[in-house]
């Protein structure tokens, strides 16, 4: 059985940081596509980062490019989202994905969710 577990998330103020974790288990992450997705009220879920399955290509949406960093941690299958310069839109609930087949992009596996709140 494959897990995520997303962890991280709080309250803070505009032009602060968070970084978020997803920690996997169940399988080694190492050669699968992870992402992180967003859903804030009353929106669809929207795509924010990913990473691909050799590690080596990172892609962002354009509303967190240069604010927003995605990395993986092999040895703990683990991966972060690490979120600079908040702003109040970017508050959501941050949700872990994970590629179901290795060289795909169609993700299979989601963690439960962290709720981020950046205040104005």
């Known amino acids: 059985q494959v897990h995520l577990v997303e962890s991280g998330g709080g309250l803070v103020q505009a032009g602060g940081s968070l970084r978020l974790s997803c920690a996997a288990s169940g399988r080694t992450f190492s050669s699968y596509a992870m992402a992180w997705f967003r859903q804030a009220p009353g929106k669809e879920r929207e795509f924010v980062a990913a990473?691909?399955?050799?590690?080596?290509?990172?892609t962002y949406a354009d509303s967190v490019k240069g604010r927003f960093t995605i990395s993986g941690d092999n040895a703990k299958n683990t991966v972060y989202l690490q979120m600079n310069s908040l702003k109040p839109e970017d508050t959501a609930v941050y949700y872990c994905?994970?590629?179901?087949?290795?060289?795909?992009?169609?993700?299979?596996?989601w963690g439960q969710g962290t709720q981020v709140t950046v205040s104005s």
């Open positions: 990473v691909s399955w050799s590690g080596r290509t990172t």
């Open positions: 994905a994970a590629a179901g087949r290795t060289h795909s992009y169609e993700y299979d596996y």
